[in-house]
């Protein structure tokens, strides 16, 4: 728990008290710390001495810590980081290793696309803070968050191919954020890419040196939260939808969000606020005007 009480340090009074999930790693220290303040909810995996690997308690207390009270106006934004060198080494390979276990490895790959899925359909924007390795379903964790940063030294790979077991759930979130010959180079050979590498093929948004980590992370969160969050919502929904459609549905279906959008009250408000020279007055529902 030396962890949590750093944590409450650094977040100081104003912060909430830090939450854990029931689940803990060797030790008694819970898998996931869950703090939030300013907006900003900050997810860290707790579990350095496996290398964060997503076992299913892991994946099942992070479902819960991203679900944990999700449609309150004081959650704008929620952070994902990691305690320890790596951010995440993907499944635990000792639950996948027995052999008969079928119904076990079957839930353990279901909740685990609970929780990919869960990330995009979430009404807040999802920001992956990465500092160091991130491989197979830990790197899938990453393609799979709305936004990404990472430090320089930060690496990502999927080598599941070099132990018999290709990353074939993984390749679902590298395909949508890769280019495909990238995403399969990675697949077929589990070479890294570094972290300029991946800035640049887009798995990750930015890159800053290590001790820039935590700041970048947090002035983006907070421009985040100066927006209205049902505005945000509508946008993000919307944003995942139209991917999926061929070019003229996609423009049919962001046409009518727009309309949809100007009948919000946040969104008559940022208008008029815009019109009237003032900052908006967000109310952060659903309502319509």
């Not at 276990?101 to 807040?124: G, N, S, W, Y």
């Not at 139209?242 to 009518?256: E, N, V």
Request: hydrophobic fraction near 40%.
């Amino acid at each position: 728990m030396a962890a949590a009480a750093a944590l409450w340090r650094l977040s100081g009074p104003s912060a909430r008290p830090l939450a854990a999930a029931c689940s803990s790693a060797a030790g008694g220290a819970p898998l996931t710390l869950r703090r939030q303040s300013g907006g900003v909810r900050n997810i860290i995996l707790n579990n350095p001495g496996k290398r964060n690997a997503l076992s299913l308690s892991m994946l099942q207390a992070l479902k819960e810590d991203l679900l944990h009270d999700v449609k309150s106006k004081e959650l704008r934004v929620i952070v994902i980081s990691a305690e320890g060198p790596v951010f995440c080494s993907g499944h635990d390979l000792k639950e996948l290793s027995t052999q008969d276990d079928v119904k076990h490895h079957t839930q353990v790959f279901e909740v685990c696309a609970e929780v990919m899925t869960l990330i995009q359909r979430l009404p807040v924007p999802v920001i992956a803070k990465v500092n160091g390795l991130a491989t197979a379903a830990g790197c899938q964790l990453v393609a799979s968050c709305d936004i990404a940063v990472a430090s320089e030294k930060s690496r990502f790979a999927t080598p599941g191919v070099n132990i018999g077991l290709f990353c074939s759930t993984p390749a679902v979130a590298l395909g949508r954020s890769l280019p495909r010959k990238v995403a399969l180079e990675m697949l077929f050979t589990g070479e890294p890419l570094s972290a300029h590498e991946a800035l640049m093929h887009g798995l990750v948004s930015r890159v800053v040196p290590e001790d820039k980590l935590e700041e970048e992370t947090m002035r983006i969160s907070h421009k985040i939260c100066e927006s209205s969050k049902s505005v945000l919502a509508l946008g993000k929904a919307t944003f995942y939808r139209q991917m999926a459609q061929d070019l003229d549905t996609a423009y049919k279906i962001t046409s009518q969000v727009m309309v949809d959008n100007l009948t919000l009250r946040d969104g008559q408000e940022g208008i008029e606020a815009f019109i009237q020279k003032r900052k908006p007055v967000w109310s952060h529902a659903q309502d319509k005007k």
